[in-house]
């Protein structure tokens, strides 16, 4: 599944950082690796091996781990790219199954791809129908992301013709499944917290229709499904299709690299972005614009934000590489007010607490300081409730969109010659070695 754009490849410069190991009076030179856009990066490969030192780089702010050539992000810009495309032309013109294809090939579908794409897609939606009994082990309060790491890690237990990792037909039968199956895990996840029967996928349906009619639908009745929703939804699934190496695609890449099913690994990610510091904040936005509760609270919210004694944050503010507008939220600010007056919700109270919030937040000086902008879940979230998402699937649906990216990332890192298990070092600050005391000698 590489992309076929091989002018986009990296190339090693004749640049060279020399670093000077002054204690030990050696000097030691690295090569500068250029990419085609971005940050050029310093190749330490052979930094240890050479000189004995590590790096050290908690939360990884100055690592590249990999090579890529799917997303590009310029966080001082606000800019998103996936495979060249920016964000806002894919989220205006391109269907979902469009930009799988894209992030998985590299390149946009032709008329003719599109349709097999899509039909491919669209035949791997249904689940084997044992999974349903194994739903059934769970309590029926469960969080849908409790729910989504059990079911996606158990897919490798049902599908076993398609986790050898090496084959590249097992590769891709892999991702197709766990793209087309996701959302029918998801509203799968969401039905059982409510106590009503499964809904299966319809095959006369796009991607995002499909979703809302297993979401809504119940036996007894259809559901009727708004274009202008369903057009949020395709364009909620865009925005979160793929984000570079953020958390939870590091830890699918990381999972991966040991080489592990990709089953196993997408569930690894769904963990991963069940965190309120990565995916989990669209769901902790509502609940603090629910506890906040009106505008004249919104001053004791953003002092508590500011005070470094206060372990709160403004919940969909901030990005560790966004240092602007994240340029997701302005396309979901947009279609969140349309997505309300469709609906006709002409009050919807946490519209009004969360522009009133984002406007006094980007007006303080400790958010303009700090380049603390609203992200991806700031606007998502409302969206959402509006279409009668309940707030724990918030998370789920990210994963669902998720998924293509990090089926993408996985397939990229294992096509890669230079791709080795992920093993990360460490500076020990902890005792060197001691002698054994043994129990009754131990004061
Ligand atoms: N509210 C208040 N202060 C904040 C916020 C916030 N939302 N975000 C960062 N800060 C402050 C920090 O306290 C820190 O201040 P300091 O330098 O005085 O210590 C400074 O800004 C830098 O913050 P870090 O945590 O070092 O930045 P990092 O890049 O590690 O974190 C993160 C990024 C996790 C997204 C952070 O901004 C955050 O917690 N935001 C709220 C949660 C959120 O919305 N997450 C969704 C991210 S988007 C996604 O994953 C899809």
Redo the contacts with the bound molecule.
């Keep these: 599944m590489n992309a076929k754009n091989a002018s986009a490849k990296k190339s090693a410069s004749q640049a060279v950082v020399t670093f000077v190991d002054t204690p030990n009076k050696r000097s030691f030179e690295f090569p500068i690796i250029k990419g085609t856009i971005g940050p050029d990066v310093i190749d330490v490969r052979k930094l240890y091996a050479e000189t004995g030192y590590f790096t050290y780089d908690p939360?990884y702010?100055s690592t590249g781990s990999c090579e890529s050539q799917i997303t590009y992000i310029d966080g001082d810009e606000g800019i998103l790219l996936y495979r060249g495309y920016p964000i806002e032309d894919l989220a205006e013109h391109s269907t979902f199954m469009d930009v799988c294809y894209l992030l998985l090939y590299g390149e946009l579908p032709t008329q003719e791809q599109h349709a097999k794409f899509e039909h491919d897609i669209t035949y791997h939606t249904m689940l084997n129908e044992q999974i349903n009994y194994f739903f059934r082990g769970f309590r029926r309060d469960s969080h849908p992301m409790a729910i989504m790491c059990g079911v996606v890690g158990a897919l490798s237990a049902f599908y076993h013709d398609s986790t050898d990792i090496t084959n590249p037909r097992h590769r891709m039968v892999a991702s197709y499944r766990l793209i087309a199956k996701m959302p029918t895990i998801a509203a799968m996840a969401y039905k059982y917290s409510q106590g009503q029967p499964f809904i299966y996928p319809r095959n006369d349906l796009g991607f995002s229709e499909n979703f809302l009619h297993m979401m809504f639908a119940t036996p007894c009745e259809t559901y009727d499904i708004n274009p202008v929703l369903s057009q949020a939804m395709r364009r909620i699934f865009i925005l979160?299709a793929d984000?570079e190496q953020?958390?939870s695609t590091s830890t699918v890449r990381l999972a991966g690299s040991s080489g592990a099913n990709p089953y196993a690994c997408i569930a690894a990610g769904i963990a991963s972005l069940w965190g309120?510091?990565?995916?989990?904040?669209?769901e902790?936005?509502l609940n603090m614009l629910g506890e906040i509760g009106s505008t004249n609270r919104i001053k004791e919210y953003v002092d508590k934000?500011?005070d470094?004694k206060d372990a709160?944050?403004?919940?969909?503010?901030?990005?560790?590489v966004y240092k602007s507008y994240?340029p997701r939220a302005k396309v979901l600010q947009a279609e969140c007010h349309k997505v309300l007056k469709e609906l006709g919700i002409t009050d919807e109270p946490l519209l009004d607490l969360a522009m009133e919030l984002e406007q006094i937040a980007l007006s303080e000086p400790?958010?303009i300081e700090?380049k603390?902008y609203p992200?991806?879940?700031?606007y998502s979230g409302i969206i959402l409730r509006a279409m009668g998402v309940p707030t724990s699937m918030f998370t789920a649906l990210?994963a669902l969109a998720r998924t293509v990216g990090w089926v993408a990332q996985w397939n990229e890192m294992i096509e890669d010659p230079t791709q080795k298990i992920g093993r990360p070092r460490q500076l020990f600050t902890g005792e060197p070695e001691r002698k054994y005391v043994p129990l009754d000698r131990r004061k």
């Design positions: 939360g702010t979160h984000h953020n958390a309120p510091a990565h995916g989990g904040a669209n902790a936005v934000a500011k470094p709160f944050r403004l919940m969909g503010f901030g990005h560790r994240d400790y958010f700090k603390l992200n991806v879940d700031f990210f």
